[in-house]
């Protein structure tokens, strides 16, 4: 019998050759599955958009409707404009509807969302769009978290809170989140593949503030043992944070194995070869690049990690953020860089590696021009993502020659520690990044972001900084400070907007990160004074308390000025300190006494100032770490850990209140009792005519911190107080200072 193939028969054998191939790829990486039904997607997103409104405004979710578009030329895009009485808001993602939302908030309602106060007052009808509005965003990524971040801020925070800021990010346009809650999960998997006992595993994962920097590679176990029930509640807490990150049209960053492995593999597998890496005052260890364990384990970590969370392709993993590598020889740095992008590519061949360049900064003086190269041009340029970290003020993309070809992004730090400050670059952030922008000498530039170690208490900064990656040339500051401030409070006030001008021109002028003298060590030497005038932030804050009549029902009215007033007494600290020295360098034991109650009362007036507001205070950070404790033990030492990161951080002096806080609580529970402890010593030495031996106080006071950290006395977590009324009473007292 003669055979032959039909038409249809070799159509059929076609597809098969097809689909098998793609079939078998889906089962290999079952995390690559994407839905490709339009429909379906179309009506996913405007559902995402609709359920945040629903969060946000639940009472006015009838007047607004979301449509679907198309991006534009593959750049995320949203539209608004009225019909038939509703807000049409269109975008090609949830996020991209949210930031259209936002931007019809803010620039026609006249409404702010932030974590530091939300101004919802919605007009009763609301405004009409009857020219479309469409922004095209030049940035691919908008990036926004950094590992830090997971410690000071994030790290006790339960889906309530996250829901909140995950809505926020959204509403600011954010697509990319770094997302390393519950990677705990995964290691403790990983560790008992790899054999490790119970007690091991204890030994390397870190308690819930220092976690991050296990991550990191920088510690082993520091605020250990762990609970076991953290694991398996932030496990779960994690799958509910990337659903909603994902449900809004974001791709989450999550964890790269990076080389850092626990202590116990010396035992385990003692012959492969481990590198010592150092930090501050811990040892960690890191495979070499070459050993063949260094695979296996990035297999087990994507397939152990995967398989609890997914992935979006995009992974973080930083070996070196503050250490220097073990071999500075090119090809080390090559292998090395190899050895972490395989780990990702070989188990998921869309993986693009999201790098911190943080390193070329910190450790400035190993990373030379050669080094870098060697180290970037290891990986394909399509597979990397470099976050250049601190541009508002030590950019590294323009001596690195734009990373060597890799796509980067514009980032700020804004701020380190969560330490409570005012300040923030809004100049740079304008017409520096669209300088950048314009610069042939660019390279790759595909996006900004904000990479801050803590949410900070800033937010006109990231109103600006994210609101630039849907323009495309620099704004009118001044123009632009004065919206800010009709919509921050939700109406125009001259007194409000005369305020944020001063601000403009004094504490957003640059990044300030200042440091106040009651949260440094006592000290009787001189600090530096402030960056910019006292006087004229002093002025703006009266002109703010004069507003108070008209904006007193806006919260981010009343967050603002117990902001603004707590950096005004703040740095009115810094001239009553003088006074101190003054006075002890005299020999003058009354004066001492009375600058030395001056200075002491000052402090106490700043924790009353901040204990009317909830994000002021101590108690809460306490309250909220006691809670993921299942045992009066698990509590005891989640307090532990949330109490020693704020202070003594580690056991050497040498990172000491790096995440110091002007919270109500700490002023009058830590800061203001070694204060006054060390200003008693000095005045019973004047008094007696003897020399201060300050070696020895320091030596007591360091046992009194440690002290501190293992207490577990309680604070108010709850706000109390009139904070206008605290602010007026404030003013009267210290304004002829302040003049």
């Known amino acids: 019998m003669k055979s032959s193939i039909t038409k249809r028969m070799f159509v059929q054998i076609l597809v098969c050759i097809m689909v098998i191939p793609m079939g078998l790829q889906a089962a290999k990486y079952p995390w690559r599955a994407k839905p490709e039904v339009s429909e379906t997607i179309r009506q996913d997103v405007s559902i995402a958009a609709t359920g945040l409104l629903k969060r946000l405004l639940p009472t006015h979710t009838e007047k607004f409707s979301f449509k679907v578009i198309q991006p534009d030329n593959g750049h995320d895009v949203f539209e608004i404009i009225t019909h038939d009485g509703k807000i049409i808001i269109s975008g090609n993602t949830g996020t991209s509807m949210a930031m259209g939302l936002n931007w019809y908030l803010k620039h026609y309602c006249k409404c702010n969302v932030s974590w530091c106060g939300n101004n919802l007052d919605l007009p009763e009808k609301l405004p009409e769009v009857k020219t479309k509005i469409r922004k095209i965003t030049w940035a691919k990524h908008r990036y926004f978290l950094n590992y830090c971040c997971f410690g000071y801020s994030l790290p006790w925070w339960d889906w309530t809170q996250w829901e909140r800021l995950i809505d926020w990010m959204a509403l600011n346009g954010i697509n990319a989140p770094l997302a390393v809650t519950g990677q705990e999960a995964t290691w403790q998997a990983v560790c008992k593949r790899l054999q490790l006992s119970d007690e091991q595993i204890s030994n390397f994962l870190a308690g819930p503030p220092y976690l991050p920097f296990g991550w990191m590679g920088c510690l082993d176990g520091w605020g250990g043992p762990l609970p076991k029930s953290w694991i398996n509640s932030h496990e779960k807490l994690a799958k509910k944070i990337l659903a909603r990150e994902r449900e809004l049209g974001m791709k989450p960053i999550q964890q790269g194995f990076t080389g850092h492995v626990p202590a116990a593999l010396k035992e ?61 020889d090119s090809e080390y740095l090559a292998n090395m860089s190899k050895a972490i992008y395989n780990g990702m590519g070989k188990n998921d061949p869309e993986a693009i590696w999201v790098f911190q360049t943080w390193i070329f900064l910190n450790q400035r003086n190993f990373w030379t021009q050669p080094r870098i190269k060697a180290f970037l041009g290891a990986i394909p340029d399509d597979k990397m993502l470099c976050l250049d970290l601190s541009c508002e003020d030590r950019p590294q993309w323009s001596r690195t020659k734009a990373f060597y070809g890799k796509p980067w992004l514009w980032c700020n730090v804004q701020n380190y520690g969560r330490n409570v400050y005012l300040g923030g670059a809004l100049e740079m952030n304008n017409t520096g990044l669209m300088a950048a922008r314009q610069n042939s000498g660019k390279g790759k530039l595909v996006g900004l972001g904000f990479v801050n170690e803590g949410l900070g208490y800033n937010p006109v900064v990231y109103d600006m900084m994210f609101e630039m990656a849907w323009q495309n040339e620099a704004v009118d500051l001044s123009e632009w400070i004065k919206e800010y401030a009709v919509y921050r409070y939700g109406q125009s006030n001259t007194d409000a907007e005369r305020a944020w001008q001063v601000l403009k021109n004094t504490v957003y002028a640059a990044p300030h990160r200042t440091s106040s003298i009651i949260e440094l060590l006592p000290t009787l030497s001189p600090t530096e004074g402030s960056p910019y005038s006292i006087m004229e932030l002093a002025g703006a804050y009266h002109n703010l308390l004069k507003a108070s009549d008209k904006l007193d029902n806006a919260d981010t009215y009343r967050f603002d000025l117990v902001n603004i007033g707590r950096q005004v007494l703040a740095n009115h600290a810094v001239v009553l300190h003088q006074k101190v020295i003054e006075a002890y360098n005299a020999k003058d034991y009354e004066s001492f006494k009375n600058a030395s109650d001056d200075f002491l ?13 909830q994000e002021f205070l101590l108690g809460e950070w306490l309250e909220n770490a006691k809670r993921w404790g299942t045992t009066p033990e698990e509590k005891a030492i989640l307090e532990w850990n949330a109490r020693r ?41 004047l008094k007696a005519d003897k020399p201060y031996d300050d070696v020895k106080f320091q030596s007591e006071l360091r046992k009194w911190m440690v002290q501190w950290s293992n207490s577990r006395e309680t604070y108010p977590s709850k706000p109390k107080g009139d904070c206008i009324g605290v602010a007026m009473k404030l003013w009267d007292k210290y304004h002829d200072f302040l003049k």
């Not at 070499?288 to 384990?297: A, E, N, R, T």
């Not at 002096?653 to 919270?663: C, G, L, P, V």
Request: glycine share 4%; charged share 25%.
């Open 645 to 685: 990161v704020i202070t003594l951080w580690g056991q050497t002096t040498s990172i000491d209140d790096y995440a110091r806080k002007e919270w109500s609580g700490l002023i009058s529970g830590y800061y203001h009792a070694r204060w006054k402890w060390c200003l008693d010593k000095v005045a019973y030495s």
């Open 601 to 613: 009362e000052l402090m106490l007036d700043m924790d009353e100032l901040l204990a009317t507001r």
């Open 268 to 328: 385990k597998y003692p012959d492969a070869k481990l590198h010592t890496i150092r930090w501050i005052e811990w040892t960690t260890y890191m495979l070499d690049p070459l050993d063949p364990l260094f695979q296996k384990i990035s297999d087990l970590f994507m397939e152990e990690q995967n398989k609890r969370f997914g992935t979006d392709h995009l992974y973080a993993a930083d070996s070196f953020i503050e250490m220097t590598p073990p071999s500075g």
